[in-house]
């Protein structure tokens, strides 16, 4: 049977086709989930897309961290459903208190659109098992509320724990602390960062590589062995 991976369009949302295109691309089933859904369709994994979700008005995915589709969301998130935030919704899962930390604007306070180098730090997640830890791997970033920050007491958790699922390499682009460009929850069904995987799944596009395309075979994979 075919994973069916859910896509979750909010108002604002910009990239969930690419990502439902890296989806099909991984061998999976994407399915549209509309922000007003009040059930996820029985899918067997969620992808919270890029965008500026409501505007990015108040604060980066606090609105969204509302909505309808988020309240089941986040009650099977805490019962295992693999849940994938990216850029924005790796916002809206800080903002859910699914992941630790929250977002900030970017320490130089402008847009910034880049091809950037990252160092994965954890390989054991259910979105991550397909790449290996110390691997280099580049993913294009735009965002301009991406500077990750929490209290220390959180960062040497999240460090000892082994909960940084990425790093930044050559240049921290946002200010974040400890470079970190994504973190994973402590059962590593919910990981969350900044670059946009989606972006480099085909040698065509992004950065000409296609880096991006493990999150969904790593997904795929545990789907399908589960």
Avoid at 37 to 52: I, R, S, T
Avoid at 91 to 113: D, K, S, V, W, Y
Wanted: proline content about 5%.
């Amino acid at each position: 049977m075919t994973a069916r991976i859910g896509v979750v369009t909010f108002p604002g949302s910009l990239d969930d086709r690419d990502t439902q295109r890296a989806i099909r691309l991984a061998g999976a089933e994407p399915v549209a989930l509309w922000h007003k859904d009040k059930d996820l369709k029985q899918v067997d994994a969620v992808v919270l897309c890029g965008g500026f979700s409501y505007g990015d008005y108040l604060r980066a995915g606090a609105i969204a961290r509302f909505s309808p589709v988020m309240e089941p969301l986040i009650e099977q998130a805490k019962a295992g459903l693999p849940v994938l935030g990216i850029c924005n919704g790796f916002q809206i899962l800080t903002e859910a208190h699914l992941l630790p930390g929250t977002m900030l604007r970017n320490n130089h306070l402008h847009f910034i659109c880049r091809d950037q180098k990252l160092r994965v730090e954890n390989a054991e997640t259910a979105w991550t098992s397909d790449y290996t830890a110390g691997q280099e791997i580049h993913i294009p970033l735009k965002n301009i509320d991406g500077q990750y920050v929490a209290d220390q007491h959180t960062l040497d958790r999240l460090e000892s724990e082994g909960r940084v699922a990425f790093r930044y390499l050559d240049v921290n682009p946002n200010g974040s602390n400890n470079d970190i460009a994504g973190v994973a929850n402590e059962a590593g069904n919910v990981v969350g960062l900044m670059p946009h995987p989606e972006h480099a799944v085909e040698p065509l596009i992004g950065t000409g590589r296609t880096d991006g395309l493990p999150f969904f075979t790593s997904i795929l994979k545990k789907l399908v062995n589960a």
